[in-house]
């Protein structure tokens, strides 16, 4: 084994967990684009105060230390992104997507960098599946990206899923109920551990994610957002739960659902799979309304939400869902040096340009057949194409089935070898 190896928090994707990622890429690609979503990407490094000014310097990327920054020589300070929407908003901004008709729908894929502790469905580089809707207040747009997070879920095989769903409020309601937040836990500040008396001071909202022991009775008798909330705010809540029930989408209220970055405005919701609990947050998001305007363009409310791809393979493989399985090369060439193998390298390609899967036995001394179909039953191969040197004078090949209900070997016209692959 060589003395170098990955570095902790990483990981390799090796083929056996890459049909998962392919599954999960697959079927979102196709839904996103069904929901009339387009693909964008954006770059892996941006600016750091992207970053400072959009997701907040009160969020756990920047109370945890866990951004990847880097100092340029220059003076510049430049930072691996520890998430996509930021960055998708800048793109939308300085490329004049304001411009196309609105609201514009989009999705990508790629990782994200975050210097936490790793666990289980979570590395310091993860990958996600990101969708946006940009330039669209209506709640029917956040109902459009919980809809297709559910969706994505369901046609991979997951079953009792339901939302969790909560508001946080806008610049107008959310003050005044940070402050009733903060009295009740100033009240009960020898409650608090360490970590979340420095939430408290950074960022109150944050608390009621709190797992620390205790929490959940304090929590119980604290404020709730819901009663709080402007007009504004309460009815585009109460419209997009209106939806949901027209949907006969299940759903739970659940005050103490926030999201770990500042931008949030109003909805925040996750996917649960209802059968496992509070552990069971498959993927989450919400809408951003003034994340625009705090990275230094115009007004532009948006929607969207992450779905990490690591924790959904995780998930996969604890639901027993297996993917499909990749297709693989149904024939296999077995040649003897030469001028035969010449004939098969021909072959080989010929056939793999008219879409046929083909496996070329390597090797740079004669094999024998023996040698060569030994490796050919390795693979999942229906046919060994043999190709001797009187085949080979002939214009034929010799094609052995590697199962029984093809029958014997036969004799077939090279030039006709393609056609017949086709059709089986």
């Not at 659940?254 to 509070?278: C, H, M, P, S």
């Not at 080979?392 to 070997?409: F, H, I, K, S, W």
Request: hydrophobic share 40%.
């Amino acid at each position: 084994m060589s003395s170098i190896t990955r570095l902790k928090g990483f990981q390799d994707v090796l083929t056996e967990d890459r049909r998962y990622w392919d599954f999960i890429i697959h079927t979102a690609t196709q839904l996103a684009h069904r929901f009339a979503f387009q693909r964008l990407d954006v770059p892996v490094i941006e600016e750091t105060s992207l970053f400072a000014r959009g997701v907040g310097t009160a969020s756990d990327f920047f109370v945890n230390k866990e951004m990847y920054t880097i100092a340029e020589e220059d003076g510049e300070s430049i930072t691996l992104r520890p998430e996509f929407t930021a960055g998708v908003v800048r793109a939308y901004l300085q490329n004049g997507l304001h411009n196309l008709p609105q609201p514009v729908k989009l999705f990508t894929f790629g990782p994200i960098f975050r210097r936490e502790r790793p666990q289980a469905g979570r590395f310091r580089q993860h990958s996600q599946f990101d969708c946006e809707i940009l330039g669209e207040t209506d709640p029917a747009a956040d109902l459009e990206v919980m809809m297709l997070a559910m969706s994505l879920y369901r046609e991979m095989g997951y079953s009792e899923l339901g939302f969790q769903l909560n508001s946080t409020g806008c610049p107008v309601c959310k003050p005044v109920y940070v402050k009733a937040l903060t009295e009740y836990l100033a009240d009960h500040l020898d409650k608090l551990n360490a970590i979340d008396q420095e939430r408290l001071r950074l960022n109150p909202l944050r608390i009621l994610d709190s797992k620390e022991a205790g929490m959940t009775e304090l929590l119980a008798n604290a404020p709730h957002i819901v009663n709080h909330l402007c007009d504004d705010c309460a009815s585009h809540f109460a419209e997009l739960r209106g939806m949901l029930d027209a949907l006969g989408q299940s759903y739970t209220i659940n005050f103490r659902l926030v999201r770990g970055i500042d931008y949030y405005t109003k909805t925040v919701f996750e996917v649960w799979d209802q059968r496992i609990g509070a552990q069971a947050a498959l993927c989450g998001g919400g809408r951003y309304d003034g994340l625009a305007e705090a990275i230094g363009g115009q007004s532009t409310p948006g929607v969207g939400f992450g779905l990490g791809m690591e924790r959904a393979v995780l998930g996969l493989k604890q639901e027993g869902i297996t993917p499909p399985a990749t297709p693989e090369p149904a024939v296999f060439i077995a040649h003897f040096g030469g001028a035969t193998k010449s004939a098969a390298v021909s072959l080989l390609y010929q056939l793999r340009a008219e879409g046929i899967g083909a496996r070329l036995a390597f090797g740079r001394e004669r094999r024998s057949l023996k040698s060569q179909m030994r490796e050919a039953n390795k693979y999942p191969i229906r046919y060994v194409i043999i190709l001797g040197e009187d085949e080979v004078a002939r214009g034929e090949a010799t094609v052995r089935p590697l199962n029984e209900t093809d029958g014997q070997q036969f004799a077939m016209p090279l030039a006709d070898l393609a056609g017949w692959l086709k059709e089986k």
